[in-house]
């Protein structure tokens, strides 16, 4: 696998009520990791549009060869390494502008995007009982956000991640977050190394 020397990774602030996200907090948390392995790193508003905007932002003054993107998907009980972006929107809330987007991202583009990264060999070489592979990024600012940074930057490798919920934000979930860190710090070793 290749190995990445410049990495921007991005989590989004807690939405739907929520008042916390794991993929923020561990943004906010790891400086310490991320120092050591040459990862910008970034918390992004649930927003289509400024999400985008921010990483477009970053990529247009760094020189990233990988982008990571974290999002929550607080009803799985695993990490889930997202295979495709689908070119489609179906909003069931308003983001945090109160946009409520449903239909095709971009008319002029394929149906999906299929990332790059060897998710198999990723998640392989992983804990496999705490991550899966998925194939549905789902339809909202998670979906469109790694759709639009795979159709926009193609010469970037990138990969969405999905967290699970943690016991933070419900009682019944099976993560603590510092368990659930310290899978993510090795999963992103695994990804950049």
């Not at 496999?128 to 600012?141: D, H, L, M, N």
Request: aromatic residues 10%; charged residues 25%; proline residues 3%.
């Amino acid at each position: 696998m290749k190995r990445y020397l410049n990495i921007l990774l991005t989590g989004f602030e807690a939405f739907d009520g929520d008042t916390y996200n794991p993929s923020m907090e561990y943004i906010l948390t790891r400086n310490h990791f991320f120092k050591s392995l040459n990862i910008t790193a970034m918390v992004l508003p649930v927003s289509f549009q400024r999400s985008f905007e921010m990483i477009e932002n970053q990529v247009k003054q760094n020189h990233f060869d990988l982008i990571i993107e974290l999002g929550l998907a607080k009803n799985r009980p695993k990490i889930s390494l997202e295979k495709v972006a689908i070119n489609w929107d179906d909003a069931r809330i308003v983001d945090a502008d109160q946009v409520q987007l449903t239909g095709k991202i971009d008319s002029n583009l394929a149906d999906g995007i299929f990332s790059r990264l060897d998710l198999n060999a990723i998640r392989s070489g992983s804990d496999q009982s705490k991550i899966e592979i998925s194939y549905s990024a789902g339809t909202y600012v998670c979906n469109h956000l790694y759709f639009k940074t795979m159709a926009h930057f193609p010469q970037i490798d990138s990969v969405f991640i999905h967290l699970p919920g943690t016991k933070k934000l419900n009682d019944q979930n099976q993560w603590f977050d510092e368990e659930l860190f310290l899978t993510m710090d090795k999963l992103i070793e695994k990804i950049i190394l």
